[in-house]
């Protein structure tokens, strides 16, 4: 059963524009919510992440959305660059600490 | 610099072959984690420790087992290693109050 869901499993987007990545998830005693870049043949790094108690944190050219209502969260990345091409992950984690991961989506930046 | 380091890049095993993954972190952190990533599957948990000689069963454990001995070691073992066990397997860790922190990956390759 998957908790932590992502639904496109791809994106392209043109250099400069804006990439929205999408992450739902259906148990609401999750607390703690992140996202991780994958490039390939490397482990997950850390991005951004966000606290239930807010509903926007933002770092740079990445800004984490909240809406716990509707249990969904987005990562924005303005403007995208090439070097963002990657998998991002989406990641839960409940107060028993155990982090939930999405299925990821592949995010291309096309220059 | 925080560091989770996985023994090897790429393996390339027999069927049957009994295989360890070892994990060393130098963050002095208490929990530690294996999880297989697969296309379209995205990143499941195989099993998880939060103390020395202490571990839990994950979403996959099946044909797994673990050995933790030092705090700063989780080794993942394949019994007898079958082809479905093809994978990257990527190991973690946390403090239980931060994000994960990630190994390179191993992607292992059973014939």
């Known amino acids: 059963d998957q908790q932590v869901k992502q639904n496109s499993p791809s994106l392209s987007v043109q250099e400069g524009r804006i990439s929205i990545l999408n992450c739902d998830y259906t148990?609401?005693?999750?607390?703690?919510f992140l996202w991780y870049k994958k490039y390939p043949a490397e482990g997950p790094t850390f991005l951004i992440s966000?606290?239930?108690?807010?509903d926007k944190n933002e770092d740079g050219r990445f800004t984490v959305f909240l809406n716990k209502s509707a249990k969904h969260l987005s990562l924005h990345i303005v403007p995208s660059q090439p070097g963002d091409s990657a998998v991002y992950f989406c990641?839960?984690?409940?107060?028993?600490?155990?982090?939930?991961f999405g299925t990821g989506t592949s995010l291309t930046v096309i220059p | 610099d925080v560091k989770v380091t996985q023994s090897s890049r790429y393996l390339v095993k027999r069927t049957g072959e009994k295989v360890f993954l070892e994990c060393v972190q130098d963050?002095?952190?208490?929990?530690m984690f294996w999880y297989r990533q697969d296309p379209g599957l995205g990143l499941r948990l195989i099993y998880f420790?939060?103390?020395?000689?202490?571990?839990e069963k994950g979403d996959i454990p099946e044909g797994y087992s673990v050995s933790r001995e030092k705090k700063e070691r989780f080794s993942l073992i394949l019994e007898s290693a079958s082809t479905n066990q093809t994978s990257m397997y990527l190991c973690?860790?946390?403090?239980?109050?931060?994000?994960?922190?990630f190994g390179q990956g191993t992607r292992l390759t059973v014939v």
């Open positions: 990641a839960s984690q409940n107060t028993g600490n155990q982090f939930y």
């Open positions: 148990n609401s005693m999750f607390d703690y």
């Open positions: 966000i606290s239930s108690i807010k």
């Open positions: 963050m002095d952190h208490e929990n």
């Open positions: 420790s939060y103390d020395v000689k202490m571990k």
């Open positions: 973690a860790s946390d403090t239980g109050n931060t994000e994960a922190f």
